[in-house]
């Protein structure tokens, strides 16, 4: 069988990924991804959620990284309003560690490193007073107020993923590129399907290596290629306990070992807190926080917070490895968080190469563009940069109209609760109407799987975000894996294994129809 022809083929399903498949398609690139796992299946589902500018950057001199990350912040939130939304964060002050007219500073330029236009800028706060002090210690009486933003990170992995396919690329997951060999001006990739084992070739004019924490891995063992750029492993954990606080600002803590860990409203019933920063050696599909990282969290938020952080508060963890390009840093909260794009070819030396090292989720979109860039040669004839003030699947609306939206979608469809009418509309956008369609009654939506999650959500997610398991649904479409119980878990595995060996195929029990 003769291999499909492709202009680019981009390794891995991470944010940087899928980032670079939408720009390509955009640009009017024939575009194949294939990624291992699910989508957004490790590093991009594992961040603290952020997209920010990165205040302690500054202390490393990451000017560039900072502006870059501060500009991307307002336009990522108007290209994406639903998964992405405005979020304050206090920073009570710590009379034994940075000065209050360095932080002073540091605020000052982050206000205005950035060119901000719709976040409210820093300001001064009495902890006495102000309600976001009665959660703290009464050591802590100062404090100061900034913006950033929160991100459902995997959700914009599959946004991206979704407009990549919408613009003609093939995103097929569950597939693992085993080898590829250039073959006169073409790559000739070889792939494989985890699930079947069956294998195709395809050939494609470059190749794009986003594999996350194996790009390295993928660069010397799969292309052969040697290369002086090396990644350096960076393990960040998190752990959620029940809601510690009644307002909706986040905290960021600083700690006697010059790091710092956000406590941050989680899911309206949580708290999340993270992050660690330590190297990690080993498996990156294999990450787990350890209890070393789990009694430094306790401790760290347990210093500011009235009620210790215990673990027997603990309800859920997450940890994910960094692939942060190594910069030979001593420590490894100090590693760049910069991001490093390599080209083997191109240009007289063989078909193109592009392997992406570190990078961060908020400067995904630009890091696109700059690999873009880098393959103008190969591609003379494409359109140009078209991502900056385009907005996410589901995302065209206002910043300012997220709860309008809300409202919307609970009067045209009044047998859904206001909880669930919310977290769809954060979820999906304007596409909450797609998935819901004709539905007329909440008998029309099919199997209960529990915390408003039904059988015609899930079709969806199966049929046009390619969730193939419960896992997919549960911890990367959405957080109910926070909401249901094992048993509930359990029978929605069931019910999709059900729907992909073909017992349940008719349009009605796919859509709704009986439990």
Same mark, same amino acid.
């Given at each position: 069988?003769?291999?499909?022809?492709?202009?680019?083929?981009?390794?891995?399903?991470?944010?940087?990924?899928?980032?670079?498949?939408?720009?390509?398609?955009?640009?009017?690139?024939?575009?194949?991804?294939?990624?291992?796992?699910?989508?957004?299946?490790?590093?991009?589902?594992?961040?603290?959620?952020?997209?920010?500018?990165?205040?302690?950057?500054?202390?490393?001199?990451?000017?560039?990284?900072?502006?870059?990350? =501060? #500009?991307?912040?307002?336009? =990522?939130?108007?290209?994406?309003?639903?998964?992405?939304?405005?979020?304050?964060?206090?920073?009570?002050?710590? +009379?034994?560690?940075r000065p209050a007219w360095l932080i002073r500073l540091g605020l000052f330029l982050y206000d205005h490193l950035g060119g901000r236009e719709l976040l409210p800028g820093t300001r001064s #706060?009495?902890?006495?007073?102000?309600?976001? /002090?009665?959660?703290?210690?009464?050591?802590?009486?100062?404090?100061?107020?900034?913006?950033?933003?929160?991100?459902?990170?995997?959700?914009?992995?599959?946004?991206?993923?979704?407009?990549?396919?919408? !613009?003609?690329?093939?995103?097929?997951?569950?597939?693992?590129? $085993?080898?590829?060999?250039?073959? /006169?001006?073409?790559?000739?990739?070889?792939?494989?399907?985890?699930?079947?084992?069956? $294998?195709?070739?395809?050939?494609? &004019?470059?190749?794009?290596?986003?594999?996350?924490?194996?790009?390295?891995?993928?660069?010397?063992?799969?292309?052969?290629?040697?290369?002086?750029?090396? @990644?350096?492993?960076?393990? %960040?954990?998190? @752990? #959620?306990? *029940?809601?510690?606080?009644?307002?909706?600002?986040?905290?960021?803590?600083?700690?006697?070992?010059?790091?710092?860990?956000?406590?941050? *409203?989680?899911?309206?019933?949580? $708290?999340?807190?993270?992050?660690?920063?330590?190297?990690?050696? /080993?498996?990156?599909?294999?990450?787990?926080?350890?209890?070393?990282?789990?009694?430094? =969290?306790?401790?760290?938020?347990?210093?500011?917070? !009235?009620?210790?952080?215990?673990?027997?508060?603990?309800?859920?963890?997450?940890?994910?490895?960094?692939?942060?390009?190594?910069?030979?840093?001593?420590?490894?909260?100090?590693?760049?968080? +910069?991001?490093?794009?390599?080209?083997?070819?191109?240009? %007289? /030396?063989?078909?193109?190469?592009?392997?992406?090292?570190?990078? !961060?989720?908020?400067?995904?979109?630009?890091?696109?563009?700059?690999?873009?860039?880098?393959?103008?040669?190969?591609?003379?004839?494409?359109? *140009?940069?078209?991502?900056?003030?385009?907005?996410?699947?589901?995302?065209?609306?206002?910043?300012?109209?997220?709860?309008?939206?809300?409202?919307?979608?609970? &009067?045209?469809?009044?047998?859904?609760?206001?909880?669930?009418?919310?977290?769809?509309?954060?979820?999906?956008?304007?596409?909450?109407?797609?998935?819901?369609?004709?539905?007329?009654?909440?008998?029309?939506?099919?199997?209960?799987?529990?915390?408003?999650?039904?059988?015609?959500?899930?079709?969806?997610?199966?049929?046009?975000?390619?969730?193939?398991?419960?896992?997919?649904?549960?911890?990367?479409?959405?957080?109910? %894996?926070?909401?249901?119980?094992?048993?509930? &878990?359990?029978?929605?595995?069931?019910?999709?294994?059900?729907? $992909?060996?073909?017992?349940?195929?008719? *349009?009605?029990?796919?859509?709704?129809?009986?439990?």
């Amino acid at each position: 069988m003769k291999p499909h022809e492709y202009d680019l083929a981009v390794i891995g399903g991470g944010v940087n990924g899928c980032g670079v498949a939408r720009d390509a398609a955009g640009r009017g690139l024939s575009v194949f991804l294939c990624e291992q796992g699910d989508l957004a299946g490790a590093t991009s589902s594992a961040s603290t959620k952020l997209i920010h500018g990165g205040l302690r950057y500054l202390e490393y001199y990451e000017f560039r990284l900072v502006r870059e990350a =501060l #500009i991307e912040r307002e336009r =990522l939130l108007r290209a994406a309003p639903h998964i992405i939304w405005p979020l304050r964060f206090v920073l009570p002050h710590h +009379d034994a560690l940075r000065p209050a007219w360095l932080i002073r500073l540091g605020l000052f330029l982050y206000d205005h490193l950035g060119g901000r236009e719709l976040l409210p800028g820093t300001r001064s #706060i009495d902890l006495t007073s102000d309600a976001v /002090g009665a959660p703290l210690k009464d050591d802590f009486t100062k404090g100061f107020e900034y913006s950033d933003c929160w991100v459902e990170d995997s959700r914009l992995v599959v946004l991206n993923a979704i407009d990549a396919r919408e !613009k003609g690329a093939e995103v097929v997951t569950r597939t693992r590129m $085993t080898s590829a060999a250039r073959d /006169g001006d073409r790559w000739r990739v070889t792939v494989e399907d985890r699930d079947s084992g069956e $294998t195709r070739e395809i050939l494609a &004019r470059a190749v794009v290596n986003a594999a996350g924490p194996w790009v390295a891995d993928v660069l010397t063992g799969r292309f052969r290629i040697n290369s002086p750029a090396r @990644v350096r492993m960076v393990k %960040g954990s998190h @752990v #959620i306990v *029940p809601r510690m606080f009644d307002h909706d600002r986040a905290y960021i803590f600083q700690n006697p070992d010059k790091r710092i860990i956000f406590a941050i *409203p989680y899911e309206t019933d949580f $708290t999340l807190i993270g992050t660690t920063d330590e190297d990690f050696q /080993g498996d990156p599909a294999d990450v787990r926080i350890a209890e070393s990282e789990v009694d430094y =969290l306790c401790r760290a938020a347990s210093a500011y917070f !009235k009620q210790d952080v215990r673990k027997d508060d603990i309800v859920h963890t997450f940890s994910g490895v960094r692939p942060l390009y190594d910069d030979n840093a001593s420590d490894a909260s100090a590693a760049t968080r +910069d991001y490093v794009i390599e080209v083997d070819g191109g240009e %007289g /030396g063989g078909a193109p190469l592009v392997s992406v090292f570190g990078g !961060k989720i908020t400067t995904f979109r630009k890091l696109a563009e700059a690999v873009m860039a880098k393959l103008s040669a190969t591609f003379p004839d494409m359109a *140009p940069p078209w991502t900056d003030g385009a907005t996410m699947p589901g995302g065209d609306f206002g910043v300012d109209e997220v709860e309008r939206k809300i409202a919307t979608l609970a &009067r045209d469809y009044p047998f859904l609760d206001n909880v669930t009418a919310r977290r769809l509309v954060r979820a999906y956008g304007t596409r909450a109407w797609t998935m819901l369609d004709d539905a007329r009654a909440a008998a029309d939506m099919g199997q209960s799987f529990g915390a408003g999650l039904t059988a015609r959500e899930v079709t969806y997610l199966m049929d046009v975000e390619w969730a193939k398991g419960a896992d997919d649904v549960l911890w990367r479409r959405s957080k109910l %894996g926070l909401r249901l119980d094992a048993d509930q &878990r359990a029978r929605l595995q069931d019910w999709m294994n059900a729907q $992909t060996t073909g017992a349940q195929k008719t *349009p009605e029990l796919r859509r709704g129809g009986a439990a």
